[in-house]
């Protein structure tokens, strides 16, 4: 992919906490064409940890879409998108794509990703973790999935919460391979 050339992400948001990188992304990727996915979990933790209406956030997206719309074109590996995100990443999700179970149109749309050897990059954030977490985490990593941890740095010497998000979006967006001024690179 050139720099500078448009792409078609599909973005997704699940109930994890940390809502506001998917928003963070979203807004970042507004030159792109993007369509949105978010869980029924999500809406609720939307609300809890952000000031963002549901409406907001429609607008920051090219299309949206509900978790239960299974039948629309973003559920075929046919749908020409260049890469998909999922942040934040529940240990739900994470766990059903890593087991190809397709139960909403996120997790089919990953399982999309990785049949036709597209980029997908999952955030996960949650701590401690557990072994069966790890293990899948491994599996999406030996299929083909970049994880993503949310997992801020403080090389960077933030001096907000806003370039913590910004450090987690502005790596999502080296995996997309997308310029961007989200964080300083180590010198
Ligand atoms: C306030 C709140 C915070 C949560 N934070 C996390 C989290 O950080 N990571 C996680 O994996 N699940 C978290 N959960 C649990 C998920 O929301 C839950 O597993 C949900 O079923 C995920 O559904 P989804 O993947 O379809 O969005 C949280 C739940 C609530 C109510």
């Not at 907001?56 to 749908?79: P, V």
């Amino acid at each position: 992919m050139e720099n500078g050339e448009e792409m078609k992400i599909v973005v997704a948001i699940t109930g994890a906490s940390g809502i506001i990188y998917g928003v963070r992304l979203l807004k970042e990727l507004k030159e792109h064409e993007t369509y949105l996915i978010i869980s029924k979990e999500a809406k609720k933790l939307l609300k809890h940890e952000t000031n963002y209406s549901m409406d907001a956030l429609k607008e920051m997206a090219t299309e949206f879409y509900n978790e239960d719309e299974i039948e629309s074109k973003l559920a075929s590996g046919s749908f020409p998108c260049d890469a998909m995100v999922v942040a934040p990443c529940s240990l739900k999700t994470l766990s059903a794509i890593a087991n190809g179970f397709a139960f909403n149109l996120i997790t089919r749309a990953a399982i999309c990703c990785l049949k036709e050897g597209k980029k997908l990059i999952v955030v996960p954030r949650e701590t401690p973790l557990d072994l069966i977490t790890l293990e899948n985490m491994v599996k999406l990593r030996q299929a083909g999935a970049v994880i993503l941890a949310a997992m801020p740095a403080f090389y960077i010497k933030p001096s907000s919460v806003e370039d913590l998000i910004d450090f987690i979006v502005g790596k999502i967006m080296d995996q997309l391979g997308i310029e961007h001024e989200l964080y300083e690179r180590w010198k």
